[in-house]
């Protein structure tokens, strides 16, 4: 135990010490993040602090690999799909990059994550079992370019990409242990630490951003360590899902109200609920601290009901997002800025 503490802390120093040295770095060559009319920060701020547990991540889970401590799926899913992710989002951050690139390299991420779990597992829902076999995979595709575009979408504000991710994983590091799939614990805890580090200094009021690269690659990083598990044994798809809730429903909902209202879905906006929440306060600290203590003390507790004590995956998922979905509601969630009473 204290090996592993020891080495947590060491990698917690590692990511702090590189997104610091990245910061100078864009200070000194002015990669600063402007504000403007869709931004919700109000000072200029560098960018690109991502790339910090990009590296330390990928570096670490190489060596956890090295030494036979993760397997080659989770070493193909993280350090091919992740770093394809994260190159596109840093040239995307440097010089604009087509949508229609993006999103070839984003399914071919996808395809890396996918490619070594093997056959799509049969799925046990409200008592029936689904073989979904090729259309399992195409889904599986979806919804992995879906999460590590949410992720991007869902970096708006100090530090909500970040919490979200610290505690999604030490979650799941809870309830892996809790279940004994030990062997499932290395990377969440692993990217956790790496996430923590640049935390530090993107915690609110920010100092620095993690930019494309950063919030792309925790997409589909997260996602491609929960089709990992449920690969492996689909009950387990159940409590990542829970976890991810906030940002999954906030996305899901914003999403499907501005293409209904016939919105340029990709054009840049700032009409989420964690946005107009953020707006009202005056700040983004109490949001923030919000998103990370409903993942705590709502979200993690009905995920350990799911994994523990054999609650219906399913209905764990609809009770977790019913009060997110209402809160998405009462943030205005994809509506037109100027039609909310927010200041």
């Known amino acids: 135990m204290d090996y592993y503490f020891l080495w947590m802390l060491l990698i917690l120093v590692m990511s702090f010490a590189l997104t610091l040295y990245l910061r100078h770095y864009a200070l ?11 931004s919700s920060h109000s000072v200029p ?14 570096v670490f889970l190489t060596l956890a690999w090295f030494f036979s401590k993760v397997d080659s799926s989770t ?3 993280s350090a091919g799909a992740g770093a394809l992710v994260a190159i596109i989002g840093f040239i995307d951050d440097h010089r604009h990059i087509a949508a229609r690139w993006r999103l070839i390299g984003h399914f071919t991420a996808a395809v890396l994550v996918i490619a070594p779990l093997g056959p799509f597992p049969t799925i046990t829902m409200a008592g029936f079992a ?16 879906w999460m590590l575009n949410l992720y991007n979408f869902m970096d708006g504000i100090d530090g909500i990409a970040a919490v979200e991710a610290v505690t999604t994983c030490l979650g799941m ?14 990377a969440p805890l692993l990217l956790a ?26 997409g589909v990083v997260l996602a491609g360590l929960s089709l990992q598990a449920a690969f492996k044994q689909p009950e387990l798809i159940w409590p990542w899902l829970i976890l991810m809730g906030v940002f ?17 879905v990709y054009e840049a906006h700032r009409s989420h609920a964690y946005q107009f929440a953020s707006r009202q306060v005056g700040k983004h600290l109490p949001v923030t601290l919000c998103v ?5 003390f709502w979200l993690l507790p009905i995920a350990f009901c799911v994994v523990r004590l054999d609650f219906p995956g399913l209905a764990g998922v609809l009770l977790a997002y019913v009060p997110l979905v209402l809160l998405a509601i009462k943030y205005h969630a994809g509506a037109l800025e100027g039609a909310t009473q927010g200041p």
């Open 173 to 186: 590091v809870v309830l892996y242990s809790i279940t004994q799939h030990f062997e499932l614990i290395l």
């Open 130 to 145: 689904l073989d979904m076999g090729v259309i399992g995979l195409v889904l599986s595709a979806v919804y992995l370019v």
């Open 193 to 218: 630490t790496c996430v923590a580090g640049f935390l530090i200094l993107n915690f609110p009021p920010a100092k620095i951003f993690m930019g494309d690269a950063g919030s792309g690659f925790l």
């Open 75 to 77: 070493l193909m899913s």
């Open 292 to 296: 990370g203590l409903i993942n705590l």
């Open 28 to 38: 000194h060559r002015k990669l600063l993040d402007v504000p403007n009319s869709r």
């Open 45 to 58: 701020t560098p960018r690109g602090g991502g790339v910090a547990f990009v590296l330390t991540y990928l």
């Open 248 to 264: 999954i429903v906030d996305a899901t909902f914003t999403l499907l109200r501005r293409l209904l209202r016939g919105d340029k």
